[in-house]
């Protein structure tokens, strides 16, 4: 069974412009979960979609927002960006629904840098 | 919110054990999980353990959890090479996971 694949695996954008980051997830699996990790941060929930609805929404500004399919595929697109945002941003994959989240499957990642 | 704390660095000799700890501040948290993560790599679930476990064991990994200190460790057996990695402890609620810094671990041939 093929795990989590992100694309792109490596991205560099400048500030202002936009970015869409895609997930998809394991066969089978219905709950996608992203995360922001940066070096003086850590690893921090961005949010989570079960069936195509948002269930979980981490502390991040308006500029970050997601989506999934009805394939469960899941997309995060990044507006305006900021030399801040630069990070790798991680997608995890779970075969049951939020609140009941047993195990969490993590692709390899997306490299974002904002120059 | 919920907030999770580990060392940022731990170095063991090959053969050793090893021993992360994690402390969390959510006495409600209902999973507890430990992942593992490589160089240029997302993140692996190594073990979880419910709310409801004192300790779990799995081939060279024991996880033991003090809910009453909001305590979690981590212990590996015969460290390896390997091993060498950063490790996230993880607890969840609801379905909304927080991680800790994560605990880099060094083992020295």
């Known amino acids: 069974k093929a795990g989590v694949t992100q694309t792109p695996r490596y991205l560099i954008k400048t500030r202002g412009q936009q970015v869409t980051l895609s997930c998809s997830p394991i066969s089978g699996h219905r709950s996608v979960s992203w995360y922001q990790q940066t070096p003086g941060q850590g690893l921090q929930f961005l949010f989570e979609?079960?069936?195509?609805?948002?269930?979980n929404k981490g502390n991040f500004p308006g500029r970050f927002s997601g989506r999934q399919f009805s394939n469960s595929r899941s997309e995060m697109n990044v507006s305006t960006l900021e030399l801040g945002d630069s990070a790798l941003y991680l997608c995890?994959?779970?075969?049951?629904?939020?609140?009941?989240?047993?195990?969490?499957?993590f692709g390899p990642g997306t490299r974002l840098t904002v120059l | 919110g919920e907030d999770v704390e580990q060392s940022l660095f731990l170095s063991v000799r090959e053969g050793d054990s090893s021993v992360i700890n994690c402390t969390y501040t959510d006495s409600s948290s209902t999973y507890l999980y430990w992942y593992k993560q490589e160089p240029g790599a997302g993140l692996q679930l190594l073990t979880y353990?419910?709310?409801?476990?004192d300790m779990k064991q799995d081939q060279r990994l024991t996880v033991l959890l003090n809910k009453k200190d909001k305590h979690l460790s981590l212990r590996i057996a015969d460290t390896q090479t390997g091993d060498s990695a950063i490790y996230f402890c993880?607890?969840?609620?609801?379905?909304?996971?927080?991680f800790g810094d994560g605990t880099t671990l060094t083992v020295k041939p």
């Open positions: 979609y079960f069936s195509e609805t948002q269930r």
């Open positions: 993880a607890v969840s609620n609801a379905g909304k996971s927080t």
């Open positions: 353990i419910f709310s409801n476990m």
């Open positions: 995890a994959s779970s075969p049951v629904p939020p609140g009941n989240a047993l195990e969490q499957f």
